[in-house]
């Protein structure tokens, strides 16, 4: 499974950026998919998750309220809507395959067996 994460790029505090991550082969539509970040000295974080359906999602508190995942499984696709970005959102945005079929979403890095190769999101003050 290959995953290829675009979207990423410089924008104003308060501004919106649109991530996007394709996924190659059968594997997608059936796992649940999740955006992770990981900013400068700082271990990955888990930012946002949706199951293979998309009927459940999960967000950390940081971004509830600014962020929103969807994903569209005829075109092997999971999307983040980043609204409202703060400069503390700053960071490498992965995009990640869940291991497992589960219905729940999970938070934990080793939870996922397919990652993309990150893109960068820089929000200025």
């Known amino acids: 499974v290959q995953l290829q994460a675009s979207g990423g790029g410089w924008v104003q505090a308060g501004g919106s950026l649109r991530l996007s991550c394709a996924a190659s082969?059968?594997?997608?539509?059936?796992?649940?998919m999740a955006w992770f970040r990981q900013a400068p000295r700082k271990e990955r974080e888990f930012v946002v998750g949706?199951?293979?359906?998309?009927?459940?999602?999960r967000y950390t508190d940081s971004v509830k309220g600014r962020f929103g995942i969807s994903r569209d499984n005829a075109k092997n696709t999971v999307y983040l809507q980043m609204n409202s970005l703060k400069p503390e959102d700053t960071a490498v945005y992965y995009c990640?395959?869940?291991?497992?079929?589960?219905?729940?979403?999970?938070?934990?890095?080793?939870?996922?067996?397919?990652w993309g190769q990150g893109t960068l999101v820089t929000v200025s003050s």
């Open positions: 082969g059968r594997y997608f539509s059936s796992h649940g």
């Open positions: 990640a395959a869940a291991t497992s079929t589960s219905t729940i979403v999970s938070i934990n890095t080793g939870d996922y067996a397919y």
């Open positions: 949706i199951n293979w359906s998309g009927h459940s999602t």
